[in-house]
């Protein structure tokens, strides 16, 4: 409950006894309530007085504050100050020439516009190099075109609009609605922050700063919904219960780093928002170099990149991030090591892949996501030099791969859930796949392979179910460690080795498949001990006579009676 007023001041247009805002702040003692009466009022204020509160002097007061050049509030107080304010509706229309053209009551017309509503377009998405992002160069200055300036102290308000949809003078220079310099803090509960398709605008722009922002709606801002840059210090930003909608390049940015021995308590936390685009366009949040915010719970949907992360180190936990070009692209700059951590998090409908990793020194883990599905390529992909840790998710109904691992990049893959996806369960091979580890998965009912291989090296397939696919295992030119498996009732064969691969099978149970359960083509072989190949259709197919086979495949491996062997030719000429 805040405090009783030191003294109340009213602000009429008509009758006083203040007529201005301004006017009323100047006169203020220090935790004074200006109440102020409906109206249109075109003050550029500075705030140097502690405490004050700037309120409706009825409830149903309309106050309409308007500002043509420069801020229409700035806040310049001691580092413990604070300001104030509640329902109030800001506008910035970026010239210093007043609106001729009025409606029937007398007010501008451009003041009307700008709180309606608009219609939307399309923009690109940013670049990832961090040097370009307004968050972080973008000038500030005291003259700035802006609605509300905190330099120095802290501001709190309430239940407000502050409108940027009919700015009258282009500019390439973005126009934010709030920006909060280095050491500031600003709390902000129910606002309406509408940005201008037509111009460049950014919602709030958060540098070296602390941000409170709940329940509030960012919308149409074609530089940036909330972008938030932090320097080697610590600060504390939570954005949560919010709508995000229709930001370009990204809703929210979050980019820069603090100190090494950076305090818990001072973190970046995005959780529970509705985070949405338009014709999947724009980034839902953008995480740049260096930074550890953390994700909860929102949505996020119908956008190009539903997550993107560069060389930095988020926690993307228990969201639902569906339906746009790419659900999370996890990619580096200039070689800096990404290590986010994406958890429990819902991950469809996708028009690329689910879960994108690309580039060196990016160390993914991706861990107990309950579903990435229905994905119209892979529903994770790793490519470009990147590793990934892929444990204990379910990963289903993607058209491509369920597990897509390009040549030059590797994976630990454990515990997953892998199944009814449209290729393989899982592909790889290439230069790294030698580094790859696939172990104690369940690789099921795939359209086509559970482990698809091509040109793969010494890698590790051990103690995996694969069962129900359309062939368990396919190896192409390859030399793979296939040790401890389950390989049983997949619709065709349960394991190929074609073009010379040379597998190390080892105590693999390998039955009921309904083709042939081991299939050596094109002079395949390795070694193969203490395999059980029983029950299926026929058991074993070899296409060429292969040394050692008798000693080597058929004493030691417990084989069923139906194999189809190379013929013994010997020619009866004399």
Same mark, same amino acid.
């Given at each position: 409950m805040a405090a009783a007023p030191s003294a109340i001041l009213v602000v009429d247009e008509v009758n006083g006894p203040y007529k201005t805002i301004k006017e009323a702040v100047m006169h203020a003692s220090p935790n004074a309530e200006i109440r102020i009466a409906s109206g249109l009022y075109a003050d550029n204020i500075e705030i140097k007085t502690p405490g004050l509160r700037l309120v409706p002097k009825d409830k149903e007061a309309d106050i309409i504050w308007v500002a043509y050049v420069g801020p229409a509030l700035t806040v310049n107080l001691p580092e413990d100050g604070k300001v104030y304010l509640n329902n109030f509706k800001f506008t910035h229309t970026a010239t210093d020439t007043g609106v001729k053209d009025n409606d029937d009551d007398g007010k501008p017309q451009v003041l009307i516009q700008a709180f309606a509503t608009e219609t939307m377009d399309k923009s690109t998405a940013d670049d990832k190099d961090p040097n370009q992002s307004n968050g972080k160069n973008l000038h500030i200055y005291d003259r700035m075109n802006t609605i509300i300036h905190v330099k120095r102290g802290k501001i709190e308000i309430n239940d407000? =609009?502050?409108?940027?949809? #009919?700015?009258?003078?282009?500019?390439?220079?973005?126009?934010?609605?709030?920006?909060?310099?280095?050491?500031?803090?600003?709390? #902000?509960?129910?606002?309406? =922050?509408?940005? +201008? =398709?037509?111009?460049?605008?950014?919602?709030?722009? *958060?540098?070296?700063?602390?941000?409170?922002?709940?329940? *509030?709606? =960012? +919308? +149409?801002?074609m530089c940036g919904g909330i972008l938030i840059y932090n320097e080697k210090i610590e600060t504390q930003v939570r954005i949560s219960r919010s709508k995000f909608t229709n930001n370009k390049p990204a809703n929210i940015e979050v980019l820069g780093y603090t100190t090494q021995n950076g305090m818990e308590e001072k973190v970046i936390v995005i959780e529970e928002n509705t985070i949405l685009g338009t014709d999947k366009d724009g980034i839902g949040v953008k995480v740049g170099v260096a930074a550890k915010p953390k994700l909860f719970l929102n949505l996020i949907k119908d956008l190009k990149i539903g997550v993107y992360v560069i060389s930095s180190d988020p926690f993307i936990y228990r969201n639902s991030i569906v339906e746009c070009q790419t659900g999370i692209m996890s990619t580096v700059f200039q070689n800096h090591v990404a290590e986010p951590r994406i958890l429990i998090n819902e991950i469809r409908g996708h028009e690329e892949n689910g879960i994108l990793v690309t580039g060196l020194n990016n160390n993914t883990v991706i861990k107990n996501n309950t579903a990435i599905r229905d994905n119209k390529k892979a529903g994770i992909r790793v490519e470009c030099q990147a590793y990934a840790r892929i444990m204990s998710n379910k990963i289903s109904n993607n058209l491509n791969q369920g597990i897509l691992i390009v040549e030059n990049s590797h994976a630990y893959v454990h515990g997953n859930y892998i199944y009814q996806n449209i290729k393989a369960n899982i592909a790889f091979g290439g230069s790294l796949s030698e580094n790859t580890i696939i172990i104690r998965n369940k690789i099921f009912n795939s359209a086509s392979e559970g482990i698809f291989m091509i040109l793969a090296g010494r890698c590790i397939i051990n103690m995996n179910e694969v069962y129900g696919n359309y062939d368990g295992i396919i190896a192409v030119e390859s030399v793979p460690n296939l040790h401890f498996n389950s390989i049983f009732r997949n619709r065709n064969n349960g394991v190929i080795m074609l073009r010379g691969s040379k597998p190390d099978l080892r105590e693999n149970n390998i039955y009921e498949n309904e083709g042939v359960g081991l299939v050596l083509r094109e002079k395949s072989f390795g070694p193969a001990i203490k395999n059980v190949i029983q029950d299926n259709e026929m058991d074993l197919v070899v296409e060429y006579e292969t040394p050692n086979l008798e000693k080597e495949l058929i004493e030691k491996n417990s084989i069923g009676p139906d194999q189809r062997l190379p013929q013994r030719t010997k020619c009866n000429l004399i």
């Amino acid at each position: 409950m805040a405090a009783a007023p030191s003294a109340i001041l009213v602000v009429d247009e008509v009758n006083g006894p203040y007529k201005t805002i301004k006017e009323a702040v100047m006169h203020a003692s220090p935790n004074a309530e200006i109440r102020i009466a409906s109206g249109l009022y075109a003050d550029n204020i500075e705030i140097k007085t502690p405490g004050l509160r700037l309120v409706p002097k009825d409830k149903e007061a309309d106050i309409i504050w308007v500002a043509y050049v420069g801020p229409a509030l700035t806040v310049n107080l001691p580092e413990d100050g604070k300001v104030y304010l509640n329902n109030f509706k800001f506008t910035h229309t970026a010239t210093d020439t007043g609106v001729k053209d009025n409606d029937d009551d007398g007010k501008p017309q451009v003041l009307i516009q700008a709180f309606a509503t608009e219609t939307m377009d399309k923009s690109t998405a940013d670049d990832k190099d961090p040097n370009q992002s307004n968050g972080k160069n973008l000038h500030i200055y005291d003259r700035m075109n802006t609605i509300i300036h905190v330099k120095r102290g802290k501001i709190e308000i309430n239940d407000s =609009i502050l409108s940027l949809n #009919f700015i009258q003078k282009q500019d390439e220079v973005p126009l934010p609605a709030i920006v909060l310099s280095p050491g500031s803090y600003g709390k #902000f509960v129910g606002l309406d =922050i509408k940005g +201008n =398709i037509l111009n460049p605008t950014i919602g709030i722009l *958060c540098r070296n700063a602390n941000l409170q922002v709940e329940e *509030c709606s =960012i +919308n +149409n801002h074609m530089c940036g919904g909330i972008l938030i840059y932090n320097e080697k210090i610590e600060t504390q930003v939570r954005i949560s219960r919010s709508k995000f909608t229709n930001n370009k390049p990204a809703n929210i940015e979050v980019l820069g780093y603090t100190t090494q021995n950076g305090m818990e308590e001072k973190v970046i936390v995005i959780e529970e928002n509705t985070i949405l685009g338009t014709d999947k366009d724009g980034i839902g949040v953008k995480v740049g170099v260096a930074a550890k915010p953390k994700l909860f719970l929102n949505l996020i949907k119908d956008l190009k990149i539903g997550v993107y992360v560069i060389s930095s180190d988020p926690f993307i936990y228990r969201n639902s991030i569906v339906e746009c070009q790419t659900g999370i692209m996890s990619t580096v700059f200039q070689n800096h090591v990404a290590e986010p951590r994406i958890l429990i998090n819902e991950i469809r409908g996708h028009e690329e892949n689910g879960i994108l990793v690309t580039g060196l020194n990016n160390n993914t883990v991706i861990k107990n996501n309950t579903a990435i599905r229905d994905n119209k390529k892979a529903g994770i992909r790793v490519e470009c030099q990147a590793y990934a840790r892929i444990m204990s998710n379910k990963i289903s109904n993607n058209l491509n791969q369920g597990i897509l691992i390009v040549e030059n990049s590797h994976a630990y893959v454990h515990g997953n859930y892998i199944y009814q996806n449209i290729k393989a369960n899982i592909a790889f091979g290439g230069s790294l796949s030698e580094n790859t580890i696939i172990i104690r998965n369940k690789i099921f009912n795939s359209a086509s392979e559970g482990i698809f291989m091509i040109l793969a090296g010494r890698c590790i397939i051990n103690m995996n179910e694969v069962y129900g696919n359309y062939d368990g295992i396919i190896a192409v030119e390859s030399v793979p460690n296939l040790h401890f498996n389950s390989i049983f009732r997949n619709r065709n064969n349960g394991v190929i080795m074609l073009r010379g691969s040379k597998p190390d099978l080892r105590e693999n149970n390998i039955y009921e498949n309904e083709g042939v359960g081991l299939v050596l083509r094109e002079k395949s072989f390795g070694p193969a001990i203490k395999n059980v190949i029983q029950d299926n259709e026929m058991d074993l197919v070899v296409e060429y006579e292969t040394p050692n086979l008798e000693k080597e495949l058929i004493e030691k491996n417990s084989i069923g009676p139906d194999q189809r062997l190379p013929q013994r030719t010997k020619c009866n000429l004399i």
